[in-house]
């Protein structure tokens, strides 16, 4: 199963209020509203032993249906180096639904529940190592609240694979105003069944650039695992309206 590191699954600006999503690793319950698009373009990375991943671009379109629930596609162009060659094709194709069923205005806290569909369609990147070989459900529970000046949120979903092991994946995160916009910490970590944990810790930030743009970047490490990134980042622009 190829796990992957996906820094840009799907960021929310609407009715809750603790948002994590790009360029953080875990989600927030958040949505973007009804019929908002939020459209984030970014590139994304792993310094991993001999060699590089990256994806750019890496695409992840969303569309809010009513208050609380939103559609959503993300697909990417994948690159690998190993070897000192390096391989590229499209990645893993994600199809979700996120439902928000407690809001943090009117129940003190924000959950929702975000089904996920992720395929590797290219036959060609799946031989390269670029794309899944087997078929994912995703299943998150997404939890987040205010706690004064901070928001915090919890992330947990199981992945069931196709013909392979599953896996659990948790993550928590933090985050506040600064500078004239967010920053944002986190600790993400999956577990694939019979296997070590690996965990991600991160930082990052978010900036307005214009009403409708902003800026986002994050830089982080693998701390434990096998074969374990030193280097993890995501760099990218998220447009809403």
């Known amino acids: 199963m190829r796990l992957r590191l996906t820094f840009a699954l799907l960021l929310a600006s609407g009715g809750a209020c603790a948002q994590a999503g790009p360029p953080m690793i875990t989600n927030d319950p958040d949505t973007p509203g009804p019929g908002v698009w939020e459209i984030n373009i970014a590139a994304t990375g792993a310094r991993v032993p001999g060699g590089f991943d990256l994806d750019a671009p890496d695409v992840d379109i969303n569309r809010g249906v009513g208050e609380r629930m939103q559609l959503s596609l993300h697909?990417?162009?994948a690159h690998g180096r190993s070897n000192g060659a390096w391989r590229s094709g499209l990645g893993d194709v994600e199809f979700g639904l996120r439902y928000r069923f407690l809001d943090a205005a009117t129940?003190?806290?924000s959950m929702a529940v975000q089904p996920l569909y992720v395929r590797g369609w290219s036959a060609a990147a799946r031989r390269r190592g670029l794309a899944s070989e087997n078929a994912e459900w995703v299943l998150p529970l997404q939890?987040?609240?205010p706690f004064g000046e901070f928001?915090?949120?919890?992330e947990v979903a199981r992945h069931f694979v196709a013909d392979e092991a599953d896996?659990?994946?948790g993550?928590?995160?933090v985050s506040r105003d600064c500078f004239g916009g967010d920053c944002l910490a986190e600790i993400n970590s999956t577990r694939v069944d019979g296997q070590s944990v690996r965990t991600t810790l991160n930082v990052g930030a978010r900036r307005p650039l214009r009403e409708g743009l902003l800026m986002m970047g994050s830089v982080g490490s693998e701390v434990t695992g096998r074969d374990r990134a030193p280097l993890v980042f995501y760099v990218g622009l998220q447009y809403v309206r």
């Open 167 to 169: 896996a659990w994946q």
């Open 75 to 77: 697909a990417s162009w």
């Open 107 to 109: 129940d003190g806290v």
């Open 171 to 173: 993550g928590m995160f």
């Open 151 to 154: 928001n915090v949120g919890l």
């Open 143 to 145: 939890v987040a609240r």
